[in-house]
Structures are given as C-alpha cells and as structure tokens.
C-alpha cells in the first residue's frame, strides 16, 4: 500500500479527464482500509470506486482512497435463492456475468453496466426494468470517521429511482466494503418486456429464453447505442429520466403529442430524457472535444483531450434547452465533481 502524490486520475475515471490527486492509494483489504483512514484523520478524503458515475471538473485536493477490495462468494442458499456476497472492488459487469455462470437470476438485465460493486447500492443502479433494490440484500460498510463496521439493510437504504441514503443523510460518511444480493436459483423472473430486448430475442430466433440469452441481448443492445469508455470516454447516461406530475404533463403531452412516457404511480409519469434531448435536436451535436453522443442522446462523450468543464458546459446547454424546448427540468445522473 504506497501513498502517491500528485497522480493523474486519467486512468482512474471513464471520463478519461486529466485531473490530479493531491495523493493517492488503493486498499486491497479491510485492514488497510482501517490503517489509512486512522492515520488520515485530519486529512480530507475522496473515495473513489470504479470512476464511472463521475465528472471531474478541477483536480482532487484531498487524499483519493481507491477501493479494490476483491472477492465474491455464496453465503447462504435453499431450494430457490441463493445468497451471494461481492466485495466492493469487483468489476460490476464481471459480477453480474459470474452471477449468469452459476445460473443465479436477477442481474442479467443490468449487465454492462460500467463500475463496480461497491458503488451500486449508492446510486441504486438500473437498466432495462430492474433495479439494485430488486435483489439488494445488504452492504457493510465502514464509517470514515471512526472505522466502525455497519451493516446497512435494503430498507436502511432509502432507495428512490437513482437514489439512496447514501446520496443523501449518509453521504460521504460511509465506505461500501461489500454487498450481499439474494438471487434465484429456480423459476428464475425472465424480464424481457422493457425497451428492445424482446426484439433483440426474436431477431435471434429465442422464444425461450435463458438468463443468458437475456444478459446477451442487453449486451448487444447496449454496445449498439452506447460508446465503449476505454474507446470514447463517457459514463453512460448522464442524465437522470425526469419524474413529473401527471396534471403537468398532461398540460405538455397536448402540445407534443408524440412524447413518451411511463406511468410510475397514479400521479405520477417518468419521460425519456434521451427522447427530450433528441427531440430538442441535440443527438450528435459535437462542441470542440466532447458533445452528446450520435447513438445515444443521454451520453455525453469526451472525443479526446476534453477537460471537465467542456462537459459540464455541454450539460448545461442540454438541460437550459430541454427547458426551454419542453418546460421540463431533466437532472444531472452523474456525480460532479
């Protein structure tokens, strides 16, 4: 475990934005972890996961705590569910396709996701109709400013869409050591109603599909619309799909009659930001070293050499011409930084 001073984090967020940390260290193990923050007490702390939910938009002046902690196993098991917990450092798509392997069911509809493990829970990650909270157990979690474990269960959690403790009362108070997700091991939920993968499944002849067939499909679904970060730099959807009252969008919905939408409650309807975004003819439009990517409107791209601000501008120009197109607010996913 080595302390590094003033180091790029190019490498270290799928942005690929050049900023420094004032210092730097990866823990490979709780006890490390443990040792760095009781010797860092006083010093200011940024912890960093897998680097693919964030903006940086200046250098860290603090010490960056990379968490790479590894190891996944079976902790409990029945007839029908299987326990299964993953250390925070594990690559999330890696997990979810270990989890496919041993045929345990619930995750293959987020595969490929970028990130790991440990910063799931934080964000309530989701895609293609499921969520974290589905199948979310628990996490341990070590408090920064005392080095105490806690154990935080799904209900502690406080899941909303995108949304967590730890996005709020919890935040920058806890590190996320591990997770614990309860999956199928029989009469496994296929969910292939949302967005393209029922289409995807057909155009492969698939009438009876696996959990691996689903992962798959996601998969190619994804790599169709969505930039590779280690080829483009980008961090998959920037922005979150905005949540509106139905009085408000039904008042919207009769000037844009072609708008999509979602029911999420009786009062309530979820709209694509990605629709918004095309519809206010944004998709493909590049500024300098980044813009919004020609596949995918949610996803903004660093085309090489874009510094943080570049981007943040860009999404600033994005959300003032959704409002001004549509009268809807639409908010940042990301994390800036």
């Not at 690929?16 to 040792?35: H, M, N, P, T, W």
Request: hydrophobic letters at 35%.
């Amino acid at each position: 475990m080595e302390l590094l001073n003033n180091f790029s984090l190019k490498n270290f967020n799928t942005f690929g934005i050049e900023a420094k940390a004032k210092q730097f260290v990866a823990v490979q193990s709780i006890q490390d972890l443990r040792a760095i923050l009781e010797e860092n007490k006083s010093n200011k702390k940024f912890i960093l996961g897998g680097g693919s939910n964030m903006l940086l938009t200046k250098d860290i002046e603090a010490l960056v705590i990379h968490v790479d902690l590894k190891g996944k196993k079976v902790v409990k098991e029945d007839e029908d569910f299987v326990w299964v917990e993953s250390q925070a450092g594990e690559n999330w798509h890696e997990f979810v396709l270990w989890t496919i392997d041993q045929n345990f069911g619930g995750l293959e509809n987020m595969s490929l996701i970028p990130g790991n493990v440990g910063t799931t829970p934080v964000q309530n990650i989701g895609a293609y109709g499921t969520e974290i909270k589905d199948t979310f157990v628990s996490c341990e979690a070590i408090t920064i400013e005392n080095q105490e474990t806690k154990t935080f269960t799904n209900q502690e959690c406080h899941f909303g869409y995108r949304e967590s403790v730890f996005k709020n009362d919890a935040k920058d108070q806890y590190i996320i050591t591990s997770v614990v997700f309860k999956l199928t091991k029989r009469n496994h939920k296929i969910n292939t109603s949302y967005g393209d993968i029922m289409g995807e499944l057909t155009n492969n002849n698939i009438i009876n599909p696996t959990l691996k067939d689903v992962s798959n499909a996601v998969i190619a679904i994804r790599k169709s619309k969505l930039p590779d970060p280690k080829e483009l730099g980008n961090s998959g959807s920037f922005f979150k799909n905005p949540i509106i009252l139905k009085s408000d969008f039904e008042k919207i919905h009769q000037k844009f009659p072609e708008m999509k939408y979602y029911e999420v409650s009786e009062t309530e309807v979820k709209v694509p930001a990605g629709w918004l975004i095309e519809q206010a003819g944004l998709k493909g439009k590049r500024f300098g070293n980044a813009g919004i990517h020609k596949n995918q409107a949610l996803v903004l791209v660093n085309y090489g050499g874009a510094t943080g601000k570049e981007i943040l501008d860009i999404s600033k120009h994005v959300q003032e011409t959704v409002l001004k197109t549509f009268g809807i607010d639409i908010e940042a996913e990301v994390n800036i930084i």
